[in-house]
């Protein structure tokens, strides 16, 4: 696997690089994200803009959290099934973006803020499993 290394015009970058233990390092940096009501006010939404990824949630903390878990499992999903991240860099498209944030700048409470996140990925899962017999 070769290592991925990338830089957005706006200063958020990834990097992937096989560690010698077999797993992947994932290094995320700098990504825009925006945190905004949804248009029913009752749950809050991430919207990424350097990764087309977005995450909801019930409060602020929530769906940072949400963010931040989904944004780690699908980073382990595309190196499980295609070896690396770069089919996962692309930009959200522009119609998402501009809705984010005309909701983010139309709404009250509304965060813009950058993310940031190092993760390893060990691609070769060993799972034991432990069938339990049937009841009597």
């Excluded at 925006?34 to 991430?46: C, E, F, M, S």
Aim: proline residues 6%; positive net charge.
């Amino acid at each position: 696997m070769a290592v991925v290394d990338k830089i957005t015009k706006s200063g958020a970058s990834a990097y992937q690089a096989p560690h010698p233990d077999g797993s992947q390092v994932v290094d995320i940096k700098n990504i825009r994200v925006v945190i905004y009501p949804a248009p029913n006010g009752k749950r809050w939404l991430a919207q990424g803009f350097e990764i087309d990824y977005i995450s909801q949630g019930k409060t602020v903390p929530d769906v940072k959290r949400t963010f931040e878990n989904g944004l780690t499992a699908t980073i382990h999903q595309y190196i499980k099934a295609h070896g690396d991240i770069n089919r996962l860099l692309k930009p959200a498209p522009m119609k998402v973006c501009l809705a984010a944030l005309e909701h983010a700048f139309g709404a009250s409470g509304s965060i813009v803020a950058r993310f940031s996140q190092l993760s390893i990925h060990d691609v070769n899962l060993k799972i034991e499993y432990l069938q339990l017999p049937l009841a009597a």
